[in-house]
């Protein structure tokens, strides 16, 4: 089992559209979380953390789910912009590898 | 202004032929890390220095090394770049080790084996 996993999709959404993206991680001692962006043969780009409290920042909302091992991305009123790879990242506490997830792509239309 | 730096953004070599990517950062962070990462797959950890404290990863292949000569710079080696090794290699950078430091990427070298 891998230890970030993701629905790599694609989803193909039109413009105004909600989409949300799961992610699950299989080491329960995981401590930190994070939602990255990555446009098409360019770098990841810290979109968001997450918190156990669930964080919002603007048209994204993240969840984290300690109890299932399980961290949503949702985006409201999708963009063209948004369009792009959202990769799901672990780490444990005191130990700083990052486990990436394979990321699920992102397209939005018009 | 790029904080992360890698050079070039694409590297073609031979097979065999050994190859050097370089990394740069301005943020004089404490940790450098490598990744490779190949189409359409998560970003793999090879390795990571804390200061000068090399941290390689179990799997990381020996074809695989790396220098930093001072806080700023990290080096690639690839020794004997093989056709399985054509990726894009990125280079992120975080203050410190623990898992609420956020990494910080570089723009990445695409590399080419022919």
């Known amino acids: 089992r891998k230890e970030v996993e993701q629905d790599p999709g694609p989803f193909n959404v039109p413009e105004g559209a909600t989409v949300a993206f799961n992610c699950t991680y299989s080491?329960?001692?995981?401590?930190?979380f994070f939602w990255y962006r990555q446009d098409c043969r360019k770098e990841p780009k810290l979109l968001m953390s997450v918190y156990s409290s669930g964080n919002e920042d603007g048209r994204f909302t993240a969840q984290l789910n300690r109890a299932s091992q399980y961290i949503s991305l949702l985006i409201r009123d999708s963009k063209l912009s948004d369009s792009a790879t959202y990769l799901c990242?672990?780490?444990?506490?005191?130990?700083?590898?990052?486990?990436f997830g394979a990321g699920t792509r992102l397209t939005v239309k018009p | 202004d790029a904080m992360v730096i890698q050079n070039p953004r694409y590297q073609v070599t031979q097979f065999g032929k050994p190859v050097t990517l370089s990394c740069s950062q301005t943020l004089n962070h404490n940790v450098m890390y490598w990744y490779q990462q190949k189409s359409s797959q998560a970003p793999k950890l090879l390795f990571h220095y804390y200061d000068k404290d090399f941290n390689n990863e179990a799997d990381t292949p020996d074809n695989f090394q790396s220098r930093r000569p001072n806080t700023s710079f990290c080096f690639l080696d690839i020794r004997s770049p093989g056709l399985g090794d054509a990726a894009m290699y990125l280079c992120?950078?975080?203050?410190?080790?623990?898992?609420?430091?956020?990494?910080?990427f570089g723009a990445g070298t695409r590399l080419s084996v022919l």
């Open positions: 990242v672990v780490t444990l506490y005191n130990n700083n590898d990052m486990r």
């Open positions: 080491n329960s001692a995981s401590q930190s």
């Open positions: 992120a950078t975080s203050r410190d080790l623990g898992g609420g430091n956020i990494q910080y």
